[in-house]
T-cell receptor, first 115, second 114 residues
Framework: EPEVTQTPSHQVTQMGQEVILRCVPISNHLYFYWYRQILGQKVEFLVSFYNNEISEKSEIFDDQFSVERPDGSNFTLKIRSTKLEDSAMYFCASSPRDRGGETQYFGPGTRLLVL | GDSVTQMEGPVTLSEEAFLTINCTYT??????LFWYVQYPGEGLQLLLKATKADDKGSNKGFEATYRKETTSFHLEKGSVQVSDSAVYFC?????????????FGRGTSLIVHP
């Protein structure tokens, strides 16, 4: 069964450094998402991406964040200058064209630790 | 805005016990409802969903019924196993502009003892 994959599984970085989190969505899916989950808290929506542009973003997704789909398979989340509070699990998700991306399939996540 | 409220955990049960995890929601529209499961060290997996009132979603012995009158989507399983130990997230998904943006509950940890 096709899966969403994410790399790396864990990343440790120094505050102020840039990180890029990578995701390979399921190949025929059209909608792509990033979420984060701070330890012990709920899963929070960051951004959705459709037709090569951001379709929705939350208040969390400020100018420090950006997303890209540089080729036909990868979907990346960049954090330009990491802060301690960016430490979280980051999940990528993708969705087929059922009712506009209603059912989402999640990757295993990247655990980011900012020191 | 939309919100999801789940019962606080952890829920601790013995193997073969009956499970209920309560979930209620608030939504302005007519959302679809979901349960996701997160096993230790893994990502979220869709467990089941229901897209309209009175629908029952079911998978792997789990089931939940979309109750519009009580705005609830409680998760049940008749006989839990140790392998069901995980965190369970209730979520709703409603169209926000052009796409569906899910709202998650805080998650309920389930611990099943042999």
């Amino acid at each position: 069964e096709p899966e969403v994959t994410q790399t790396p599984s864990h990343q440790v970085t120094q505050m102020g450094q840039e990180v890029i989190l990578r995701c390979v969505p399921i190949s025929n899916h059209l909608y792509f998402y990033w979420y984060r989950q701070i330890l012990g808290q709920k899963v929070e929506f960051l951004v959705s991406f459709y037709n090569n542009e951001i379709s929705e973003k939350s208040e969390i997704f400020d100018d420090q964040f950006s997303v890209e789909r540089p080729d036909g398979s990868n979907f990346t989340l960049k954090i330009r200058s990491t802060k301690l509070e960016d430490s979280a699990m980051y999940f990528c998700a993708s969705s087929p064209r059922d009712r506009g991306g209603e059912t989402q399939y999640f990757g295993p996540g990247t655990r980011l630790l900012v020191l | 805005g939309d919100s999801v409220t789940q019962m606080e955990g952890p829920v601790t049960l013995s193997e073969e016990a009956f499970l209920t995890i309560n979930c209620t929601y608030t939504a302005t529209g007519y959302p679809s409802l979901f349960w996701y499961v997160q096993y230790p060290g893994e990502g979220l997996q869709l467990l089941l969903k229901a897209t309209k009132a009175d629908d029952k979603g079911s998978n792997k012995g789990f089931e939940a019924t979309y109750r519009k009158e009580t705005t609830s989507f409680h998760l049940e399983k008749g006989s839990v196993q140790v392998s069901d130990s995980a965190v369970y997230f209730c979520a709703l998904s409603d169209r926000n502009g052009g796409s569906y943006i899910p709202t998650f509950g805080r998650g309920t940890s389930l611990i099943v003892h042999p």
